[in-house]
């Protein structure tokens, strides 16, 4: 151990080791990433600036396409740079780094995600006190809450990773720097890192998947009382969308990251990885555009597009 060769940076893998594929792949990621950033500027301006969408759920739903453009832009870029690159590698610092602002961006989705589900509950299960319990101070503190939450998992996942030591093989079968492809390369003792990423899972991924899941509990309920049958409809229709980002985005991130990292499910892992960390990104606008009619009617405002989003 002491007379180890100190790594300054790791390879990465990638998709396929294919030219032809790998072109294929890198416009299809392209398109993804551009899609992505459009979608969620689009979804952050018409938030913003419309007169119309000044209430906490497209408060939340601005701020959840800011943490997606954050999100998809920690690895799509650097993969993108790999896929028509020879040297398809990252440095020990970048590698710390996207790890790093990987664990930052995608808890802070979990838990602006969470918020939103607490405020479709407010809002369908109480509404006589929505306006007094949804004050912006209150959505301005759980938007903070969920930065401020989320900095402290990724401290406390990656400083201890600082400590490992890696030997020779410097290899990662992924095609960006997940903690658990990482640490299968440390030929230190990882138990304190693997108990660090458990806890996190557990206490906080988990508690926030059990705050959505019981609030969506109370509101189908709730909806289920409703005699009018267009109420009932109206009111699925306003959280289905909901439902189906959560949905996607947990079941693969859950997989992921509760199961034990093996060589066996590496191309599993990466097209599990795909879909929460570069195709949840880019659905969240798409979903909610075409789900929302308010947000397809400021969208319409704002390009002056009417007949084409009707």
Same mark, same amino acid.
């Given at each position: 151990?002491?007379?180890?060769?100190?790594?300054?940076?790791?390879?990465?893998?990638?998709?396929?080791?294919?030219?032809?594929?790998?072109?294929?792949?890198?416009?299809?990621?392209?398109?993804?990433?551009?899609?992505?950033?459009?979608?969620?500027?689009?979804?952050?301006?018409?938030?913003?600036?419309?007169?119309?969408?000044?209430?906490?759920?497209?408060?939340?739903?601005?701020?959840?396409?800011?943490? $997606?453009?954050?999100?998809?832009?920690?690895?799509?870029?650097?993969?993108?740079?790999?896929?028509?690159?020879?040297?398809?590698?990252?440095?020990?610092?970048?590698?710390?780094?996207?790890?790093?602002?990987?664990?930052?961006?995608?808890?802070?989705?979990?838990?602006?995600?969470?918020?939103?589900?607490?405020?479709?509950?407010?809002?369908?299960? $109480?509404?006589?006190?929505?306006?007094?319990?949804?004050?912006?101070?209150?959505?301005?503190?759980?938007?903070?809450?969920?930065?401020?939450?989320?900095?402290?998992?990724?401290?406390?996942?990656?400083?201890?990773?600082?400590?490992? $030591?890696?030997?020779?093989?410097?290899?990662?079968?992924?095609?960006?720097?997940?903690?658990?492809?990482?640490?299968?390369?440390?030929?230190?003792?990882?138990?304190?890192?693997?108990?660090?990423?458990?806890?996190?899972?557990?206490?906080?991924?988990?508690?926030?998947?059990?705050?959505?899941?019981?609030?969506?509990?109370?509101?189908?309920?709730?909806?289920?009382?409703?005699?009018?049958?267009?109420?009932?409809?109206?009111?699925?229709?306003?959280?289905?969308?909901?439902?189906?980002?959560?949905?996607?985005?947990?079941?693969?991130?859950?997989?992921?990251?509760?199961?034990?990292?093996?060589?066996?499910?590496? $191309?599993?892992?990466?097209?599990?990885?795909?879909?929460?960390?570069?195709?949840?990104?880019?659905?969240?606008?798409?979903?909610?555009?075409?789900?929302?009619?308010?947000?397809?009617?400021?969208?319409?405002?704002?390009?002056?597009?009417?007949?084409?989003?009707?």
């Amino acid at each position: 151990m002491e007379n180890q060769t100190v790594l300054t940076e790791f390879t990465l893998m990638g998709l396929s080791s294919d030219p032809l594929l790998q072109l294929f792949l890198f416009l299809v990621f392209l398109i993804i990433f551009v899609l992505t950033l459009s979608g969620n500027a689009a979804i952050m301006m018409v938030t913003r600036t419309d007169s119309g969408l000044q209430t906490p759920m497209f408060f939340f739903l601005g701020h959840l396409a800011f943490v $997606d453009i954050c999100y998809s832009s920690v690895t799509v870029p650097k993969m993108l740079g790999n896929l028509v690159t020879k040297k398809k590698t990252i440095s020990w610092e970048g590698c710390i780094a996207q790890i790093f602002f990987f664990f930052q961006t995608s808890c802070s989705e979990v838990f602006i995600l969470s918020s939103m589900a607490y405020d479709r509950y407010v809002a369908i299960c $109480d509404p006589l006190h929505y306006a007094n319990i949804m004050r912006k101070e209150m959505c301005e503190y759980l938007v903070a809450g969920a930065w401020a939450m989320s900095l402290f998992i990724a401290l406390a996942n990656v400083l201890p990773l600082l400590n490992l $030591d890696f030997c020779t093989n410097n290899t990662i079968s992924h095609y960006s720097c997940e903690l658990p492809s990482v640490l299968m390369l440390s030929c230190s003792q990882i138990l304190t890192n693997v108990i660090v990423l458990l806890i996190s899972v557990l206490i906080f991924g988990v508690s926030s998947f059990l705050l959505t899941l019981i609030s969506y509990i109370y509101i189908i309920s709730s909806i289920l009382k409703i005699h009018s049958s267009e109420g009932r409809h109206k009111a699925f229709s306003t959280c289905s969308s909901h439902l189906i980002v959560v949905g996607l985005f947990y079941i693969a991130a859950f997989f992921r990251y509760m199961k034990p990292s093996s060589e066996s499910f590496v $191309d599993l892992d990466k097209v599990v990885s795909i879909q929460y960390s570069i195709l949840t990104p880019m659905l969240n606008p798409v979903i909610y555009s075409l789900k929302n009619k308010d947000i397809k009617n400021a969208l319409a405002r704002m390009f002056g597009k009417f007949n084409f989003l009707k």
